[in-house]
């Protein structure tokens, strides 16, 4: 079993940057690829990034590539987000997420577990 708890959300100014950190509890945390996941109000839960179990291989959202740099710390058992030039509409409850089968890690069906999730809101 997993647990996750996001943190580093909050308000940022459009063009500014931001970093979410998602930590872990257990010894297996570097078993699992780990995504990042986001919620608008009224939208669907959509994915944004997804690194796997050794760091090796990242994932991108169209929306956020070139922007948003996924990484890990397999020793502190911590997912990060670095959020860079942020804009209005990445304004959304960001949420981490834990698989434990190889995948696609675009679809919220792929993963295990999930954390609270952090608010990030970007004004302009």
């Known amino acids: 079993q997993v647990q996750l708890v996001e943190s580093g959300g909050g308000l940022v100014q459009a063009g500014g940057s931001l970093r979410v950190s998602c930590a872990a509890s257990?010894?297996?945390?570097?078993?699992?690829?780990m995504g990042w996941f986001r919620q608008a109000p009224r939208k669907e839960r959509e994915f944004v990034a997804a690194i796997n179990w050794s760091g090796g291989n990242t994932y991108y959202a169209d929306s956020v590539k070139g922007r948003f740099t996924i990484s890990r710390d397999n020793a502190k058992n911590t997912v990060f987000l670095q959020m860079n030039s942020l804009r209005p509409e990445d304004t959304a409850v960001y949420y981490c997420?834990?698989?434990?089968?190889?995948?696609?890690?675009?679809?919220?069906?792929?993963?295990?577990?999930w954390g609270p999730g952090t608010q990030v809101t970007v004004s302009s």
């Open positions: 997420a834990a698989a434990q089968g190889v995948g696609t890690y675009y679809y919220t069906y792929e993963y295990d577990y």
């Open positions: 257990g010894r297996t945390f570097s078993r699992y690829a």
